[in-house]
C-alpha cells in the first residue's frame, strides 16, 4: 500500500497546466523591420512629390550628363535622358501623359534634327526592354515597388554615395524571379520625399541644385508621328558594297 499510494494521489489530483515550449534557437523572435517601413513612407511622400529637378547621371567611362525629372500635378511625368539611346549617341525623353506612354528623340550635337515622339502604349505600359534606359524608373513606377510591404525586397541602412545627400538605404530583391521588380542599389531622401541619389547598375544620380514648382501638365518634346522607336543598343555598323 506504501508503494501504491503516491500513485493513487496522482492518479485523483487535478490537471496540471502544460508547461510553456521552451523557446528554440533556430526561430528568432519577428522584429520590425524599421528600415523597409522608413523607406516605404519616404516613396510614399515621393509619389505625392511634383517638381522639376535636375540631377548629375555618372557612369563610369563616361562624361556627367544632366538628366531631367517633371512631374506634373496632374500625375503626368517626362524624364529626359541624354545618351539614354542608340549606346549613348542619342538623346530621348520618356513621358506618361492622359494619351499614352511616349519615347522622344531630343537634339544633339551627333542628331540635330528637330524633336519627334513615338506613342509606345497606354500610360501604365511598361517601356520595352530594348528601348528602356532605365534611369526613369527610381521616379515612376518603382516608387509602387518600394511603397508595397508584398514586394520581395531586403532593405537596410546605407551611406549616401560620395557627393549625396538624405537618408540612404541599400534594397536588395529576394525573388528568384528572372525578372526583378526594380534594381538592387542605393536609393536615397530627403525627409520630404525628394529623391536626392540613386545608385544601381546603369549609374549613380545625383541631385543638383533646388528642385523646381512643377507643371500643371508635362508637354512632349516634339508632335507625335510613326516611325521606330531609338533602341538603347549601339546599332551595327552599315557597310556598303561597291560594284565596279
Known amino acids: 500500500m506504501a508503494l501504491g499510494l503516491p500513485a493513487l494521489l496522482a492518479a485523483c489530483a487535478p490537471d496540471q ?3 510553456a515550449p521552451t523557446p528554440s534557437a533556430a526561430e528568432p523572435p519577428v522584429v520590425a523591420d524599421a528600415a523597409r517601413d522608413e523607406l516605404a513612407g519616404l516613396a510614399a511622400a515621393a509619389q505625392d512629390r511634383h517638381l522639376v529637378a535636375a540631377y548629375t547621371l ?3 567611362d ?3 550628363r544632366t538628366v531631367v525629372v517633371t512631374s506634373a500635378t496632374d500625375g503626368s511625368w517626362r524624364v ?3 545618351g539614354g539611346a542608340l549606346g549613348g ?3 530621348v525623353s520618356f513621358a506618361a501623359t492622359a494619351d499614352g506612354l511616349f519615347q522622344c528623340s531630343l537634339p544633339s550635337a551627333s542628331r540635330p534634327e528637330p524633336s519627334t515622339c513615338l506613342r509606345l502604349g497606354d500610360p501604365d505600359d511598361a517601356v520595352p526592354r530594348r528601348l528602356d534606359p532605365r534611369v526613369q524608373h527610381p521616379f515612376t513606377d518603382w516608387l509602387g515597388v518600394l511603397t508595397d510591404r508584398r514586394s520581395p525586397l531586403a532593405v537596410s541602412p546605407a551611406q549616401p554615395p560620395p557627393g549625396a545627400t538624405g537618408t540612404c538605404y541599400s534594397v536588395e530583391t529576394t525573388s528568384a524571379s528572372i525578372t526583378a521588380p526594380l534594381d538592387p542599389g542605393i536609393y536615397c531622401y530627403d525627409p520630404e520625399g525628394t529623391p536626392t541619389a540613386v545608385r544601381t547598375a546603369f549609374g549613380t544620380l545625383l541631385l543638383t541644385g533646388t528642385p523646381a ?15 521606330e522607336p531609338l533602341g538603347v543598343a549601339t546599332p551595327e555598323p552599315e557597310f556598303s558594297s561597291e560594284t565596279s
Request: no cysteine; aromatic share 0%; proline share 23%.
Open 89 to 91: 549617341t542619342a538623346d
Open 58 to 60: 555618372r557612369v563610369p
Open 80 to 82: 529626359d535622358v541624354p
Open 62 to 64: 563616361a562624361a556627367d
Open 213 to 227: 514648382p512643377p507643371p500643371a501638365t508635362v508637354q512632349l518634346a516634339g508632335p507625335v508621328v510613326e516611325g
Open 17 to 19: 497546466p502544460a508547461a
